[in-house]
């Protein structure tokens, strides 16, 4: 998302990952670990724990309150020999596909759809998905993707801060960056809602990086 500049500690020193330089990871709130106590709320064989669904909406734009989603429009590919739908998108209202699953593994928390089409399917990486300028002071790029299983780089940190939580990668080429939305993209019309196709990664921090976290209904 093309954003001005924040009033928040937390980008100040760069980092080299295994792929990209990254920025640091923003400060938890007080709430944090109760907030991650709360999605223990069920057992999986292979996990440590399994959360409840829930809807993760952005907290600023035009897009504030609408929810992670996937596209009716999603492109199959394949990613490690895995299947894959390219088309994470942000959907004005929510439905059985706008529901995700936090699950805690011992290399971090998988994101897991909940129901619809994808139901199982958890939100991946894509290494060779290319950067792209968004404004002049942010990097960004579409390499999200949702796939039938885990692949190499599909886990992820959750850090509550006071602001809403972010999701940062913790492993492959984006490494250390975070989930974002471009701001400005234009949205099109999916079984009465409007869908805009703009989910992404960024190499920092920005006010699109925040989401607010609720049970799906």
Not at 30 to 49: C, M, N, P, Q, Y
Not at 59 to 83: H, N, P, Y
């Amino acid at each position: 998302m093309r954003h001005c500049s924040l009033s928040f500690p937390v980008i100040a020193t760069i980092a080299v990952c295994s792929g990209l330089a990254s920025a640091e990871s923003p400060p938890a709130a007080t709430g944090h670990d109760v907030f991650i106590k709360g999605l223990r709320e069920e057992k999986e064989a292979g996990a440590k724990s399994v959360s409840s669904a829930r809807t993760l909406s952005p907290v600023v734009s035009r897009f504030k309150g609408w929810f992670i989603d996937i596209t009716e429009r999603a492109e199959a590919g394949r990613l490690d020999g895995i299947e894959t739908a390219n088309g994470i998108s942000l959907a004005s209202k929510a439905r059985d596909t706008s529901g995700w699953q936090f699950v805690e593994t011992e290399h971090g928390y998988l994101v897991r759809a909940a129901g619809g089409k994808y139901k199982g399917w958890v939100i991946a990486r894509d290494d060779s998905a290319k950067t792209r300028p968004e404004g002049p002071n942010l990097t960004v790029t579409p390499a999200l993707r949702l796939a039938r299983k885990p692949t190499n780089n599909c886990h992820w940190k959750l850090i509550l801060t006071s602001k809403g939580l972010v999701l940062e990668a913790l492993s492959g080429k984006y490494e250390g960056w975070f989930w974002d939305f471009g701001g400005g993209d234009p949205s099109h019309e999916e079984s009465g809602r409007e869908v805009a196709i703009n989910v992404l990664l960024a190499e920092k921090v920005v006010a699109g990086s925040y989401f607010a976290v609720k049970p799906a209904k």
